[in-house]
C-alpha cells in the first residue's frame, strides 16, 4: 500500500532525489530556541559565563563605587580608556551584557525546574511501576520458599511484603491481589529529586534576592567624631553607592549619635604589647522623628540594625580638636580633625583647611602623635597607641587653596604646589609642635592655631540590602536541598509471590536503583533479612518459579 494524503512518507525527496528538509518555521524556531535555552547544559554554561562576565568588575574601577577613580583612571589611559567605557566596564554589574546573561541564566533555570517538578509531582502521585516479568535479571534478588505447613497463601505473603514495605517508609501497591502471581511493587526515596528541585528553586531565589538588594538598596560610608550625630539623608554619608532603582524618598529617617568610642590594648603579654584587643562605641539611636532614643553597643563584627539599615564599626583613630584664626582675629575654623593611622601605634596623619582665612586662606598638613618621644636625631615618633603624650606636628601654608575651581578636593590631601610655607623644618620658624592645651602664632601675621583638645573617630558602614534575608533563606534552603539529593538514595523493590504444584508458596524479591545507590545491597540484604524473620522461611538459591516466567 503506497502512501497516501493522511500518511505521507518519513522523508520527502526532491526531483534529484536528495533529501528534503522540513521548515522549522516561525513558532518551530521559537520552539527550537527555548529548548536550548532550558537545557541544563546550557544552563551551567550560562553560570559560568556570568561568572567570567563578573571578572572585569575586579579589574577596572567600578562608577557607581568611586566615581573618581574611574576619571583619573580615563584620564591616565586616553587610549583605551574611552572603549572600555563604552563597552560598560565601569558599570559591568549594571551593564546590557552582564543583565542580559543574568536575565538569559534566570530564564534558562526556571524553564529547567519547572518541567521536572511537573513531572516529578505526577511521579509521586502515581503509582510504582508495575512488576518486571522477570526479577532475576535485577542488580539485586533474592528468593524465599514458605513450607505447605505454614498456612500462609501467596496472597497473604504479599499483604505481609506490603505492610513491611510500608515499615521500611516505601510507597507500595500491590498488583493482582487476587491473581495466581500477586506481587507488590515499593518505591523510597523520592524526597532526593525534591532535595535536587528545591536546589534548583533556591538558587533562582538568590538570583531574585541578589537582583533586589542591587536594585533598591544602597551602601554608604561615615566618619563619625565622638558627640557628632548621622541623620540619615544623601548629604549625611561621606560616600554614597546607590542601586539601579534606588529612591532617595526611601531613605528611613533615623539617626545615631556616638556618645563615646572606647579602645582595649594588650598590656599583659610582651609580644603583644599595645595591639587592640576590644573596640566599643557607645551610641545612642532614634529611629525615627519623635521616637523615644535608645542607646546601643557595636563593635567589630557585631553590627546593629537600624530601619532596616546594617551598621558595621570598620575603622577608628583620633581627632584632635584645633582652633585657627586668622589674620584679623576672627576663628576661620573651629573643630575636631581626622586624622589617619598609619601604624600599630596610631601614627596619624592629618590635613586641616581653612578656605575662610583672611587675608590669605590657610592649609596645615602633619601628623599626629598619641604618645610622643624624641629619637637621638631629634624626629618624633609614636610609641604608644593610647593618648599619653599627645603632640601635634604641623607645617603650615597659605594662598590658593584651590577650593573655588569647582572641582571636588580630596579632604585629606593638601595641594601645596600654589602655597607659600610659613612653618616646616626647613625654615626658620620651623615646624609647629603642640600638646593640648597649647597655641602658636602663625608667622607673617598670617593668625594662629591651638590644640584644645582630642576625641576619637569611628568609621561606620551602612548597608541597606532588602534582599539579604531572602539570599540567607535561600542559601540554606539549597543546601538542604543539595545534602539530599547527595545522600539520600532513590530505589524501587519488588516481591512476588507464587504457589508451586506441591503446595509451597515461593517468594521473590529484587530492587533496582535510580541513579547511584552504593546501599542497594545492604538494602536488599534488611529486606530479605525482615521477609526471613516474618515467616521463618529458609531463603533459597533458585526460586522454581522461575523456570516459568
Given at each position: 500500500m503506497g502512501p497516501t494524503k493522511e500518511h505521507p512518507p518519513a522523508t520527502a525527496k526532491s526531483d534529484t532525489g536528495a533529501p528534503v528538509l522540513p521548515r522549522l518555521g516561525a513558532v518551530g524556531t521559537v520552539r527550537w530556541i527555548w529548548r536550548q535555552l532550558t537545557s541544563m547544559r546550557n544552563a551551567l554554561l550560562l553560570l559560568l559565563l556570568l561568572a567570567v562576565a563578573a571578572v572585569p568588575g575586579s579589574l577596572f574601577p567600578q562608577r557607581p563605587v568611586n566615581p573618581s577613580v574611574v576619571t583619573q583612571y580615563l584620564k591616565d589611559h586616553p587610549g583605551y580608556g574611552p572603549w572600555l567605557d563604552k563597552f560598560q566596564f565601569f558599570n559591568v554589574y549594571s551593564s546590557v551584557w552582564f543583565s542580559a546573561i543574568y536575565l538569559l541564566l534566570f530564564i534558562s533555570l526556571i524553564g529547567c525546574v519547572v518541567p521536572r517538578a511537573r513531572a516529578h509531582w505526577k511521579a509521586m502521585r502515581s503509582a510504582p511501576p508495575r512488576t518486571p516479568k522477570r526479577l532475576s535479571r535485577l542488580p539485586e534478588y533474592g528468593t524465599l520458599e514458605l513450607p505447605e505447613s505454614s498456612g500462609i497463601s501467596a496472597g497473604q505473603a504479599v499483604q505481609d511484603a506490603a505492610r513491611l514495605l510500608r515499615r521500611r517508609r516505601y510507597r507500595v501497591h500491590v498488583y493482582d491481589a487476587g491473581g495466581e502471581r500477586p506481587s507488590v511493587a515499593a518505591e523510597r526515596g523520592l524526597i532526593r529529586e525534591v532535595g535536587n528541585l528545591l536546589?534548583?528553586?533556591?538558587?533562582?531565589?538568590?538570583?531574585?534576592?541578589?537582583?533586589?538588594?542591587?536594585?533598591?538598596?544602597?551602601?554608604?560610608?561615615?566618619?563619625?567624631?565622638?558627640?557628632?550625630?548621622?541623620?540619615?539623608?544623601?548629604?549625611?554619608?561621606?560616600?554614597?553607592?546607590?542601586?539601579?532603582?534606588?529612591?532617595?524618598?526611601?531613605?528611613?529617617?533615623?539617626?545615631?549619635?556616638?556618645?563615646?568610642?572606647?579602645?582595649?590594648?594588650?598590656?599583659?603579654?610582651?609580644?603583644?604589647?599595645?595591639?587592640?584587643?576590644?573596640?566599643?562605641?557607645?551610641?545612642?539611636?532614634?529611629?525615627?522623628?519623635?521616637?523615644?532614643?535608645?542607646?546601643?553597643?557595636?563593635?567589630?563584627?557585631?553590627?546593629?540594625?537600624?530601619?532596616?539599615?546594617?551598621?558595621?564599626?570598620?575603622?577608628?583613630?583620633?581627632?584632635?580638636?584645633?582652633?585657627?584664626?586668622?589674620?584679623?582675629?576672627?576663628?576661620?575654623?573651629?573643630?575636631?580633625?581626622?586624622?589617619?593611622?598609619?601604624?600599630?601605634?596610631?601614627?596619624?596623619?592629618?590635613?586641616?583647611?581653612?578656605?575662610?582665612?583672611?587675608?590669605?586662606?590657610?592649609?596645615?598638613?602633619?601628623?599626629?602623635?598619641?604618645?610622643?618621644?624624641?629619637?637621638?636625631?631629634?624626629?618624633?615618633?609614636?610609641?604608644?597607641?593610647?593618648?599619653?603624650?599627645?603632640?601635634?606636628?604641623?607645617?603650615?601654608?597659605?594662598?590658593?587653596?584651590?577650593?573655588?575651581?569647582?572641582?571636588?578636593?580630596?579632604?585629606?590631601?593638601?595641594?601645596?604646589?600654589?602655597?607659600?610655607?610659613?612653618?616646616?623644618?626647613?625654615?626658620?620658624?620651623?615646624?609647629?609642635?603642640?600638646?593640648?592645651?597649647?597655641?602658636?602664632?602663625?608667622?607673617?601675621?598670617?593668625?594662629?592655631?591651638?590644640?584644645?583638645?582630642?576625641?576619637?573617630?569611628?568609621?561606620?558602614?551602612?548597608?541597606?540590602?532588602?534582599?539579604?534575608?531572602?539570599?540567607?533563606?535561600?542559601?540554606?534552603?539549597?543546601?538542604?536541598?543539595?545534602?539530599?539529593?547527595?545522600?539520600?538514595?532513590?530505589?524501587?523493590?519488588?516481591?512476588?509471590?507464587?504457589?508451586?504444584?506441591?503446595?509451597?508458596?515461593?517468594?521473590?524479591?529484587?530492587?533496582?536503583?535510580?541513579?547511584?545507590?552504593?546501599?542497594?545491597?545492604?538494602?536488599?540484604?534488611a529486606i530479605g533479612r525482615l521477609l526471613t524473620k516474618e515467616w521463618s522461611a529458609p531463603a533459597t538459591n533458585t526460586n522454581p518459579l522461575a523456570k516459568d516466567q
Open positions: 536546589f534548583h528553586v533556591s538558587l533562582i531565589g538568590v538570583l531574585v534576592c541578589v537582583a533586589i538588594g542591587g536594585l533598591f538598596g544602597y551602601r554608604g560610608q561615615k566618619i563619625l567624631v565622638e558627640g557628632d550625630t548621622f541623620v540619615n539623608t544623601l548629604v549625611g554619608y561621606d560616600q554614597f553607592s546607590p542601586g539601579a532603582n534606588f529612591n532617595p524618598t526611601r531613605l528611613d529617617p533615623f539617626a545615631i549619635t556616638l556618645n563615646k568610642f572606647d579602645v582595649t590594648f594588650d598590656r599583659s603579654s610582651a609580644a603583644h604589647y599595645g595591639q587592640p584587643i576590644d573596640f566599643t562605641a557607645a551610641v545612642t539611636v532614634t529611629d525615627k522623628p519623635g521616637a523615644e532614643p535608645v542607646k546601643r553597643i557595636l563593635k567589630v563584627n557585631d553590627p546593629i540594625t537600624v530601619g532596616g539599615a546594617s551598621f558595621y564599626l570598620v575603622g577608628n583613630g583620633y581627632a584632635p580638636v584645633v582652633t585657627i584664626k586668622d589674620g584679623a582675629g576672627k576663628t576661620a575654623f573651629s573643630g575636631p580633625v581626622v586624622s589617619i593611622p598609619s601604624d600599630g601605634a596610631y601614627t596619624s596623619l592629618l590635613v586641616i583647611k581653612a578656605p575662610d582665612a583672611r587675608p590669605s586662606q590657610l592649609g596645615f598638613v602633619g601628623f599626629f602623635l598619641p604618645t610622643a618621644l624624641v629619637n637621638d636625631q631629634g624626629i618624633s615618633y609614636a610609641s604608644d597607641p593610647d593618648p599619653l603624650n599627645p603632640r601635634l606636628n604641623l607645617n603650615s601654608y597659605y594662598g590658593d587653596l584651590g577650593l573655588n575651581a569647582g572641582q571636588p578636593r580630596n579632604v585629606y590631601t593638601l595641594d601645596t604646589k600654589n602655597l607659600t610655607p610659613l612653618n616646616n623644618r626647613n625654615l626658620k620658624a620651623g615646624g609647629i609642635v603642640l600638646a593640648p592645651g597649647q597655641s602658636y602664632t602663625l608667622p607673617e601675621g598670617k593668625g594662629s592655631i591651638s590644640f584644645d583638645g582630642i576625641k576619637r573617630y569611628v568609621g561606620i558602614d551602612i548597608r541597606h540590602d532588602p534582599g539579604q534575608l531572602g539570599v540567607l533563606i535561600f542559601a540554606l534552603a539549597a543546601l538542604a536541598g543539595l545534602i539530599a539529593s547527595l545522600f539520600i538514595g532513590r530505589h524501587r523493590a519488588w516481591v512476588r509471590t507464587g504457589t508451586h504444584p506441591d503446595g509451597r508458596t515461593m517468594v521473590e524479591y529484587g530492587l533496582l536503583a535510580r541513579g547511584e545507590n552504593h546501599r542497594l545491597a545492604a538494602e536488599a540484604a
